[in-house]
């Protein structure tokens, strides 16, 4: 009985074994862990990376104080909080100060001063209508280790603000084609930004350079 077992057992490994190394590289996964950031497992295509623009301590909470600031500014100009009645250029100004908050609460590395967010609006859906900024990584100031980074503009994070309320619905970071953990929830991303304090940001993540491009179809 103990033979059978010990044969079953062998004959399971060797087929998850073999099951693994069929898989193409660029779905093989890479597990990284860091200390202060969430494990993830990223497939041959993308990798972690240093941040090139940290921040230190002192600067993110110099950067959230202000940006708080600005948010707070608006939010009392207008007390119905509904970004719809606001003018352009006041709205504008405060969605860039409050996706900057949400950025830098949840993930402080892929925050970037140079970046200037496109703003589109969009219509009911069961939540109600939003805004969502996306940035873009500036190819002249940094590497994204994408192979399309000559034809296209990459996307470096999306924020999506309530039009009806003025607060965050949630970000997400396309390099993962996820949300942050929130599932689009505005109860749990107001919980995160202003009570729960045990938000693990993911690391920061970009194309792998090194990964042979060539061997996988981009297009069809």
């Known amino acids: 009985m103990m033979n059978t077992r010990f044969y079953l057992l062998i004959a399971c490994v060797a087929l998850i074994f073999v099951s693994c190394a069929r898989k193409p590289l660029s779905v093989q996964g890479h597990y990284y862990a860091?200390?202060?950031?969430?494990p993830v497992?990223?497939?041959g295509t993308k990798t972690v990376a240093e941040n090139p623009f940290p921040l230190s301590a002192y600067e993110k909470e110099k950067l959230l104080d202000s940006v708080a600031y600005v948010c707070r500014t608006y939010l009392e100009k207008y007390p119905d909080h509904n970004l719809d009645t606001w003018s352009k250029s006041d709205c504008e100004a405060y969605l860039r100060a409050k996706s900057t908050q949400i950025i830098?609460?949840?993930?402080?590395?892929?925050?970037?001063?140079?970046?200037?967010p496109e703003i589109r609006r969009y219509g009911h859906?069961?939540?109600?209508?939003?805004?969502?900024l996306t940035y873009y990584y500036d190819r002249t100031k940094e590497a994204t280790g994408s192979p399309l980074d000559l034809k296209f503009k990459v996307e470096l994070v999306h924020v999506a603000i309530n039009a009806g309320d003025a607060q965050g619905r949630?970000?997400?970071?396309?390099?993962?084609?996820?949300?942050?953990?929130?599932?689009?929830?505005?109860?749990?991303?107001?919980?995160?930004l202003y009570v729960d304090r045990k938000w693990i940001p993911y690391p920061y993540m970009i194309w792998n350079k090194d990964f042979d491009w060539d061997s996988i179809v981009l297009f069809e």
């Not at 860091?34 to 969430?38: A, I, L, N, S």
């Open 41 to 43: 497992v990223l497939p």
């Open 125 to 132: 859906d069961f939540m109600g209508p939003y805004f969502l």
């Open 104 to 116: 830098l609460q949840f993930q402080p590395d892929y925050y970037r001063a140079y970046a200037v």
């Open 34 to 38: 860091m200390e202060g950031y969430r």
């Open 170 to 192: 949630y970000l997400s970071l396309p390099i993962l084609n996820v949300d942050d953990g929130s599932a689009g929830s505005v109860d749990n991303i107001r919980i995160g």
